[in-house]
């Protein structure tokens, strides 16, 4: 099964100066615990985001309306920071791995931990052959239902 980490804090750092000897080993336990990750087959992608300030938001209003926000944004409690996608056998692994994420020294926050919807979850919405169809391509490689 795959799931999406979704990397939260409630007051992530500025990025804008030279990293703190904290924040280099910060950084050095992650890229160890992604070596980890790796050699259990379980890393597929992961990658950090860059401060609300730079984001973008379009709002759909559910009428076929939209509405282009830039950041920051400030009403938001929490800010999504990074991402990580894994293959686990079950939630329980996923949850396993995830308590072992290192820490960003100073940084509260949590992780989102979600299953992706894969072919057979959505038989509903496919016919049979389309679910025995191999996806070819990239779609079939990042195994994108």
Known sequence: M?????????????????PSPEMLEAFAAMDRFTEELTAAGV????AGLKNNEQGRRIIFDGQGRRAIVDGPFTESKEVVVGFSIWEVKDMDEAMAWAARTPE??????????????EAEDLADFMTPEDLAAPRDGERGKLGVA
């Open 2 to 18: 795959r799931v999406m980490l979704f990397h939260k804090s409630y007051d992530a750092p500025a990025m804008d100066g030279p």
């Open 43 to 46: 890393f597929v992608a992961a």
């Open 104 to 117: 960003m020294p100073g940084m509260k926050g949590e992780l989102e931990i979600r299953p992706f919807y």
